[in-house]
């Protein structure tokens, strides 16, 4: 069931198929921050976050003709782009070090130190949940999203 | 308690500097935006901007005028509808919306209704005035337990410091005394301040709802007619008399010194029953 206070993306993007400026400016309006969100929590680099923000959007562009709203939600298809560009972003980092015994804040954090000290003890804090925790708490505290 | 307050108050600071820490730039936000969108366009997903329609300068100029004053119209009465039906208090922002509806009945009312809708107005702003200092006694509390909770904690980490320093140099240890002695009285500076400040805001608007209070009873007053002949109004001015009376002993802390209504006592008589 819809939210009733949530807008119904699967119509907005069906606006946006059909030509409607104003649909794109609106799902960029409600998910750009969240996404960028997202991408802080997991990378804590200010950079790489725009540059997968914008990946995300450019990808919804090359996409949007193949969604189908009988198919599924909206939301869910542009997270899951977003999940995937995340994958493939740790994938490239992969060829320098191994992600599985090295977390890329530390690799962010070695490129680029963060200078408050109160961050950087969140984010230490962040850092130790396990992968799936860091999703379920940027997804859902920081980026607003329902548990359903 | 306290110490779970100070929890609390910790755990929001951390998460809204979190959130300030993730959140996009605008310039980031509306050079993406700008991309995207053209994106759409070089993809085809999405048309160039419609040509503007163009209107005479007057069709524009009167379009505008009737737009404006219909959402200005809409948006004043749904929000003095709301404000009335909700009855809104004192601190809400769409009070002066409710007074000017309140305004608005008093003025249509008949002669017959004004007095008695009049009454009922000097009941609400009683109400609010008790609302007002019971709000102020609140926030005061909340003042002095922040204050306790913070004086508690720079005290027993001055108290940890002076501890660890005492046995070695005694010099240091005054030192922390001092420091920790200057800390506890800025606690109790800024505290202070806040509460004069909140009680000098709170008096402010007190005396101003005191004020509508008094014209409500003295518009009152002045419709009372107890030597008309008819037994059913002598029964009407009765009734407002004594609502009166009620609500003047409520306030008479504020309403005795002044003795603004000789009118009440010659057509009430005395305003306060004797003990």
């Known amino acids: 069931m819809i939210n009733p206070l949530q807008k119904d993306f699967n119509k907005i993007a069906d606006r946006l198929k059909q030509g409607d400026r104003k649909a794109g400016e609106e799902i960029f309006n409600y998910f750009s921050p969240k996404i960028f969100r997202y991408f802080m929590i997991r990378l804590a680099d200010r950079e790489a976050a725009q540059d997968l923000s914008q990946d995300v959007f450019l990808k919804l562009v090359g ?37 599985d015994t090295v977390s890329p804040y530390l690799i962010a954090e070695a490129q680029n130190p963060i200078k408050d000290g109160k961050i950087e003890e969140i984010m230490k804090t962040i850092n130790g949940f396990s992968e799936e925790e860091q999703e379920v708490f940027s997804l859902r505290h920081l980026s607003g999203l329902s548990y359903n | 308690m306290i110490k779970f307050l100070m929890e ?12 300030k820490y993730t959140a996009p730039s605008k310039e980031f936000l509306n050079e993406s935006r700008g991309f995207f969108i053209n994106e759409l366009k070089k993809r085809g997903v ?30 004043t009465g749904g929000a003095i509808v709301y404000a009335q039906k909700e009855n809104v208090d004192f601190n809400h922002p769409l009070y002066p919306m409710k007074r000017l509806g309140e ?10 209704e004004k007095p008695v809708l009049q009454d009922e107005l000097a009941q609400k702003r009683l109400t609010e005035i008790k609302q007002l200092i019971a709000e102020k006694e609140e926030e005061i509390i909340l003042i002095n337990s922040q204050k306790i909770a913070e004086a508690k904690q720079i005290s027993e980490q001055k108290d940890r410091e002076a501890k660890q320093i005492a046995a070695e140099d005694s010099e240091a240890f005054q030192k922390i005394e001092e420091q920790k002695k200057q800390d506890l009285e800025q606690i109790e500076e800024r505290h202070k301040k806040e509460i ?28 009372i007619k107890p030597s008309e002949d008819k037994p059913e109004d002598r029964e009407k001015a009765k009734d ?21 209504w000789p009118d009440f006592e010659n057509k009430c008589g005395e305003a306060e029953e004797k003990d």
């Open chain 1, 63 to 99: 996409k949007i003709e193949g969604f189908n709203a009988d198919l599924g939600n909206f939301s869910a298809w542009f997270w899951q782009i977003a999940k995937n560009t995340l994958i493939d972003y740790y994938r490239k980092k992969v060829v320098l070090v191994n992600i």
């Open chain 2, 46 to 75: 999405i048309a160039p901007a419609r040509a503007n329609i163009r209107l005479s300068p007057l069709r524009k100029a009167l379009s505008y005028g009737f737009a404006s004053l219909f959402a200005l119209s809409s948006v």
């Open chain 2, 8 to 19: 609390k108050i910790t755990g929001r600071k951390n998460f809204l500097l979190l959130k």
């Open chain 2, 240 to 260: 407002l008399c004594e609502s009166l009376r009620e609500k003047i002993k409520e306030r008479k802390e504020v309403l005795r010194e002044e003795k603004r």
């Open chain 2, 196 to 223: 004069e400040k909140i009680e000098k805001e709170n008096k402010v608007k007190t005396e101003r709802l005191d004020d509508d209070f008094r014209e409500a009873v003295e518009s009152v007053l002045k419709d």
């Open chain 2, 103 to 112: 305004n608005i009945q008093v003025g249509l009312a008949s002669a017959e």
